[in-house]
């Protein structure tokens, strides 16, 4: 039980309750913490396939220390989120705060296991059950929480510990397990936060501007600005220009080694591609022996499983001159699309690699579909193909259109050969959507469908994985800290400029505050009515949410100010920026075709009295 006591505060500060420890503070050691039995088992970091490296990182600051009550996040939420005390920049330095708990704790309870356990404190890797494939899918004992990060240190400014993680990286972790993963997430989640550290690492503009924007004090082996300043002797300066100049051949080398490893992990998928009959990848590999055989071992996959790789596979290809994996890739993506319905154009759920039928004939923009639509699109603006770009347009098109209940901003499940509508649910992955559309520049559009993902986050103060709009309650009633909700938000603010993203992104923060934080970290929501807690963090929500969230209050960030040309985020989050290998143009950051949006005009989908009756209406009832 915290004891929470009152403080005085600025108007436009966040609630600064009592403190609770700092992640490296002595009374939160993991002797001292409870410990399931099933847990217990991976309560000590082991080495998997190389050796341990130390991962220091600094206590959070005090004013970042603090738990927030329900009823501070009410008054909070009251009078200044909605009033003219509000200041972004309060929001972005606790999100910094946020994530400076989260990723602490893991570096000093779970690494290198894959994810933190954050009531119990412990490491989580895989567990080798067959029937676990909820769990395992994802952890391939390979410090996946720590690779997926990387990217989000650097652009949240931790310069230093960005080049920590890096060595840690480089020198920890190995591909060669005895472990099966699947072949979707190893590529988004490790492949892709691989190839994001390699891409911002090696670009000098990056790099200039993080040294100059670092949050951190120098390393040991930070050559710090002002000893080139105030250096007087010409061997002084000679001295400090050398260490200068070797570290920066140390980072591109270590840049090369982040390249090296996706190559390497890239290559262990391969067999998911080589061995299938139809040229659809198969669900799952052993990162050390192919695919896996045997009845337990199921050939199910889904379109965005087998349609989305294209876009880390081809960043792998173009960074490496390695054409394997883009060829696969590509392939597999031209399977997949000869399969769509001859009625309707639309393709389905879940398909069978080795028969190459649909078994789910329900086509969405949902979970088994979602990021396939997205990784399309980027794939045809990253490598300027017209192609990919072609075939995004004709298959959005005929989705939309055929998903679409009527006027309503809702996109239901569709059967791909008759249009049916036989299920009166959605899920939480289609809230990145929004994102999409102002991408393409459906700015109006994309107002109106958030808004509807808001007014459910409102009712639950977080996202259920599924709600049916026609029994109007919650279905499937866990969140996992997933990012969409806060992806949409975030490209509506940078598309329109409006404040009401903004305050819409803090009030939602502030839910994640007082709904999912735990001991040592946040954790996932096992009933969003209840609030009732599971322990798990998985490793998207240091990842994306919170990188969404953060640059969401950061106007004058890199991303946001020097990128003339653009940058893309992949499915996972990761930021990928451009260079001449990926023969990427178009897709600026200020692009004309995202025209500024006002969401207070009259047409606009809230000043509807009609639509406010079809919200009140789908959302009133009870769970």
């Not at 609630?15 to 991976?42: F, I």
């Not at 003219?84 to 989260?102: D, I, L, Q």
């Not at 087998?306 to 392939?331: P, Q």
């Not at 193909?385 to 055929?402: E, L, N, P």
Request: aromatic fraction near 10%.
């Amino acid at each position: 039980t915290t004891t929470t006591t009152t403080t005085t505060t600025r108007q436009d500060a966040l609630p600064s309750p009592a403190r609770d420890a700092s992640p490296l503070s002595p009374s939160m050691s993991p002797s001292s913490q409870p410990s399931s039995p099933a847990l217990q088992q991976n309560s000590k970091p082991k080495q998997f396939g190389g050796k341990q490296s130390a991962c220091n990182w600094s206590p959070l600051p005090k004013s970042m220390r603090t738990m927030i009550t329900r009823s501070q996040i009410a008054r909070h939420h009251k009078h200044v989120i909605w009033s003219s005390k509000f200041n972004p920049e309060v929001y972005k330095r606790h999100v910094r705060g946020m994530f400076h708990r989260s990723f602490g704790h893991y570096l000093k309870h779970a690494f290198p296991h894959d994810e933190l356990d954050p009531i119990h404190c412990s490491g989580r890797s895989s567990d080798e059950n067959v029937a676990n494939i909820n769990v395992n899918d994802a952890l391939g004992n390979y410090s996946l929480t720590l690779i997926d990060s990387l990217d989000t240190l650097a652009i949240m400014g931790y310069t230093t510990s960005f080049w920590k993680a890096v060595h840690n990286v480089t020198d920890s972790v190995r591909f060669n397990n005895n472990v099966t993963v699947q072949v979707f997430e190893a590529t988004i989640r490790v492949m892709g936060g691989l190839l994001s550290a390699h891409s911002l690492a090696s670009n000098a503009e990056f790099r200039n501007w993080t040294r100059n924007h670092s949050a951190e004090p120098s390393a040991s082996y930070e050559v710090p600005k002002h000893k080139l300043e105030a250096t007087t002797s010409l061997e002084q300066q000679a001295s400090a220009r050398h260490d200068e100049e070797q570290q920066r051949i140390q980072r591109i080398r270590l840049a090369k080694r982040l390249l090296d490893m996706a190559v390497d992990l890239g290559q262990r998928l391969l067999p998911a591609f080589d061995l299938s009959p139809t040229g659809l990848p198969y669900p799952r590999v052993n990162l050390k022996h192919g695919v896996p055989t045997g009845k337990s071992w199921k050939t199910l996959t889904n379109t965005a499983a087998v349609g989305s790789l294209i876009l880390e596979f081809g960043i792998l290809s173009r960074f490496s001159n390695d054409s394997r994996f883009e060829a696969v890739a590509n392939a597999a993506l031209h399977n997949l699309w000869n399969r769509r319905s001859e009625r309707t154009g639309l393709l389905g759920n879940t398909i069978d690699v080795e028969t190459g039928k649909w078994v789910n004939p329900l086509a969405s923009f949902g979970a088994g579909c979602d990021s396939f639509f997205e990784h399309l699109h980027k794939a045809a603006t990253l490598f300027n193909d017209q192609r990919y770009a072609s075939m995004f347009d004709q298959i959005f098109t005929a989705t939309h259109k055929r998903c679409r209940l009527g006027v309503t901003p809702i996109l239901a499940q569709t059967h791909m050969d008759t249009s049916n509508h036989p299920m009166s649910w959605i899920d939480s992955l289609q809230a990145f959507l929004p994102s999409l559309k102002v991408s393409r520049g459906n700015v109006k559009s994309a107002a109106r469908e958030l808004l509807f993902y808001l007014h459910v986050w409102d009712r639950y103060k977080a996202m259920p994985e599924r709600y049916n709009y026609g029994l109007k309650r919650s279905e499937v009633r866990f969140y996992p800290l997933r990012p969409e909700i806060f992806e949409s938000t975030y490209h509506l603010y940078r598309a329109t400029r409006d404040p009401f993203y903004q305050r819409v992104g803090a009030a939602m923060m502030l839910h994640l505050e007082g709904y999912t934080r735990s001991r040592c970290g946040y954790a996932t929501l096992h009933n969003v009515v209840t609030k009732e807690k599971e322990d798990r963090m998985e490793s998207f929500f240091l990842s994306e949410t919170l990188k969404y969230l953060y640059l969401l209050f950061d106007d004058s960030h890199f991303l946001h100010t020097h990128r003339a040309d653009g940058f893309v985020f992949t499915t996972e989050g990761h930021v990928i920026l451009p260079s001449p290998a990926l023969s990427r143009v178009g897709l600026a950051s200020g692009n004309s075709s995202c025209p500024v949006f006002h969401p207070y005009q009259p047409d606009f989908l809230v000043a509807s009295a009609a639509t406010k009756r079809f919200l009140t209406a789908i959302l009133s009832g009870s769970g």
